[in-house]
């Protein structure tokens, strides 16, 4: 039997360390390093909590006050045009993705986007969740009209792409369906599950990949 009572620690439970054993390079870093390192796990899991909010609140259609917020505008304008919240868009097993709030009432098609960081957000995950839409479900980009936006730092803004450009994106999606899965699992806004998810299944290809560190730049470029 073992010598120690172990301790349950019920609390942590479905819980991540902003310093845990898993992503262990932190122990290398300087104070500074580190202080900037705590700031941006700190900054992402606070975005993923603000994504399940927002979720929840676009689910029950529950408006909230007419300010300037990004989230309260984010909100707002899903619930008023009638969009779907954390809807996921697949090509193939390796080529999918959740769109933060879509919907299509034809032929308009709409993507918003909440991002919580402080540098201004590329567009081209929105593209991408558009592209992902019209291969899905068969649709045309040429005879639609598609509008996206980003929600971020009290502003929106708002990209109308051509069905020519959209078309040249899902031909590079079609062309890329061989990419490894990994890309995509680590992609995604789970953080940082997302990322260990990787990790773990490199490492039954591999047991001498170490893949966490990697991951964590699209897992949290996702959010």
Same mark, same amino acid.
């Given at each position: +039997?073992?010598?120690?009572?172990? !301790?349950?620690?019920?609390? $942590?439970?479905g819980k991540h360390a902003l310093l845990s054993p898993s992503s262990h390079f932190w122990i290398k870093y300087d104070p500074q390093k580190l202080? !900037?390192? /705590? ?6 899991? #606070?975005?993923? #909590?603000?994504? #399940?909010?927002?979720?929840? $609140? /676009? ?6 006050? =007419?300010?300037?917020?990004? $989230? ?8 008023? @045009? ?6 996921? %868009?697949? *090509? ?12 299509? *009432? ?11 960081? &402080? !540098?201004?957000? =590329? @567009?081209?995950? %929105? %593209?991408? *969740?558009?592209?992902l839409f019209c291969l899905e479900y068969g649709y045309d980009p040429r005879l639609l009209e598609i509008e996206l936006r980003i929600y971020q730092n009290s502003e929106i803004r708002i990209e109308k792409p051509t069905g020519d450009a959209m078309l040249? %994106? @899902?031909? &590079?999606?079609?062309?890329? =369906?061989?990419? =490894?899965? $990994? ?25 001498? !990949?170490?893949?966490? @560190?990697?991951? +964590? ?7």
């Amino acid at each position: +039997m073992d010598n120690v009572i172990w !301790n349950d620690h019920v609390d $942590l439970r479905g819980k991540h360390a902003l310093l845990s054993p898993s992503s262990h390079f932190w122990i290398k870093y300087d104070p500074q390093k580190l202080e !900037n390192y /705590i700031d941006a796990m700190r900054a992402t899991i #606070e975005g993923t #909590e603000l994504h #399940e909010i927002a979720s929840m $609140l /676009i689910r029950k259609k529950i408006f909230l006050p =007419n300010t300037s917020d990004s $989230l309260n505008r984010f909100v707002n304008d899903a619930i008023a @045009m009638g969009m779907r919240s954390e809807q996921p %868009l697949k *090509y193939s097993k390796n080529i999918f993705g959740t769109a933060d709030a879509i919907s299509f *009432y034809n032929p308009v098609l709409r993507v918003h986007d909440l991002k919580t960081g &402080k !540098n201004p957000a =590329n @567009m081209d995950q %929105l %593209l991408i *969740y558009a592209a992902l839409f019209c291969l899905e479900y068969g649709y045309d980009p040429r005879l639609l009209e598609i509008e996206l936006r980003i929600y971020q730092n009290s502003e929106i803004r708002i990209e109308k792409p051509t069905g020519d450009a959209m078309l040249e %994106l @899902m031909n &590079k999606i079609e062309g890329g =369906n061989a990419i =490894n899965p $990994l890309i995509g699992s680590a992609g995604v806004s789970a953080v940082p599950m997302a990322a260990r998810v990787s990790q773990v299944e490199g490492a039954k290809a591999d047991p001498r !990949n170490f893949l966490l @560190m990697h991951a +964590m730049g699209p897992n949290v470029a996702g959010v």
